[in-house]
């Protein structure tokens, strides 16, 4: 749990995906739209990916991937960041992270 709670911290963006997950490809193009620059891991190329998979379950990420980390904290996957964009609320989360500017 500490080596994906690390690297999601190490950035104002961070995604855990998968290279097959087309809901990952989609959430970070959500992101990047807003002119921010996500640091992704792709748990199925990475070296630790399976460790960061089991960690981001026990974090409660279900489906691990895409596991979003905004601001240093874990936001959740694709069901929450969407919900977030359609309140209007992701862009304001992206300013507070310092991941976009305005």
Same mark, same amino acid.
């Given at each position: 749990m500490d080596v994906a709670m690390k690297l999601g911290a190490s950035s %104002? /963006? /961070?995604?855990?995906t998968k290279s097959s997950c087309c809901i990952s490809h989609t959430i970070e193009t959500l992101i990047r739209s807003f002119g921010a +620059?996500?640091?992704v891991y792709e748990l199925d190329t990475h070296p630790n990916g399976k460790q960061m998979e089991k960690a981001l379950i026990e974090l409660g990420c279900q489906p691990s991937v895409p596991a979003i980390f905004i601001g240093k904290e874990l936001v959740g996957g %694709? +069901?929450?960041i969407m919900s977030l964009n359609v309140r209007g &609320?992701? &862009?304001q989360l992206l300013i507070r992270a310092n991941a976009i500017w305005v």
């Amino acid at each position: 749990m500490d080596v994906a709670m690390k690297l999601g911290a190490s950035s %104002a /963006v /961070v995604i855990f995906t998968k290279s097959s997950c087309c809901i990952s490809h989609t959430i970070e193009t959500l992101i990047r739209s807003f002119g921010a +620059n996500p640091t992704v891991y792709e748990l199925d190329t990475h070296p630790n990916g399976k460790q960061m998979e089991k960690a981001l379950i026990e974090l409660g990420c279900q489906p691990s991937v895409p596991a979003i980390f905004i601001g240093k904290e874990l936001v959740g996957g %694709a +069901n929450e960041i969407m919900s977030l964009n359609v309140r209007g &609320k992701l &862009k304001q989360l992206l300013i507070r992270a310092n991941a976009i500017w305005v």
